[in-house]
């Protein structure tokens, strides 16, 4: 008895009445699940720290990763182009304000009729004429008669002392390439008997240059054929 009473001390313990209404607290459970919860919360927090990782892996990828910006086209760039006359060969070159004061002068473009040959010209406002009046100005191709040179008005009397051996009192054209000057206020002959403006004072050269004819029209200068 003695060892029954060791083994189980609450046996002879008279049990607890039960009173109606009353009830009566249970003993606490043994704490059986707690390594059950603790592995529920492991199978949990795995996944979510995998996931959390991910997004935040995707979210610097996608915000931290730097963008390519779109390249705004170059601006263009504005080029100013010189329109080319009609083909009939009549073309507005300057305006009688543009070419006011003597010795004033404007390049200019017009084509050849037939050929349609672009010519490269000048035209020149004489000394001692009226605006209004069609031989106060001289206009003329700036190609060389039978050549290639490029010429030149030259408005600079000491380069026309220095390059050419010349003295001028008044603006010269030149051809750079063969050293010969034309004389704007003096008319030379071309073959066939005739004469045109520009006779050479200075060099080999065997005509004036080729001329084109000019007509005021308004307060315009118009430009017509070339011989």
């Known amino acids: 008895m003695g060892a ?99 010795w004033s002068a404007k390049r200019f473009f017009l084509h050849k009729r037939f050929t349609n040959e672009l010519v490269v010209a000048i035209v020149v406002r004489l000394p001692g004429g009226a605006a209004n009046r069609s031989a106060s100005y001289w206009a003329f191709s700036l ?35 063969n050293r010969i000057l034309y004389d704007p206020l003096h008319m030379g002959s071309v073959p066939g008997g005739t004469w045109a403006r520009g006779e050479v004072v200075h060099g080999g050269g065997i005509r004036p240059p080729m001329g084109i004819g000019v007509r005021v029209q308004g307060d315009h200068l118009i430009a017509e054929q070339i011989e």
Not at 80 to 99: D, F, I, N
Not at 151 to 168: C, F, I, N, P
């Open 4 to 102: 029954d009473f060791a083994q189980n001390p609450n046996r002879f313990k008279p049990a607890m009445p039960q009173i109606p209404g009353v009830s009566v607290p249970k003993p606490p459970a043994e704490e059986t699940g707690g390594p059950r919860r603790w592995k529920l919360a492991l199978r949990i927090a795995v996944p979510l720290a995998g996931a959390l990782a991910v997004g935040a892996v995707v979210a610097w990828w996608t915000l931290g990763r730097p963008r390519a910006t779109a390249k705004s086209p170059a601006p263009e760039v504005e080029t100013q182009h010189v329109s080319a006359p009609a083909p009939e060969g009549s073309a507005r070159v300057a305006t009688l304000a543009e070419l006011a004061r003597p």
């Open 143 to 177: 190609q060389a008669p039978y050549g290639r040179c490029e010429l030149e008005y030259v408005t600079d009397l000491a380069k026309l002392k220095s390059q050419y051996g010349y003295r001028a009192r008044y603006p010269m054209v030149a051809d750079p390439c």
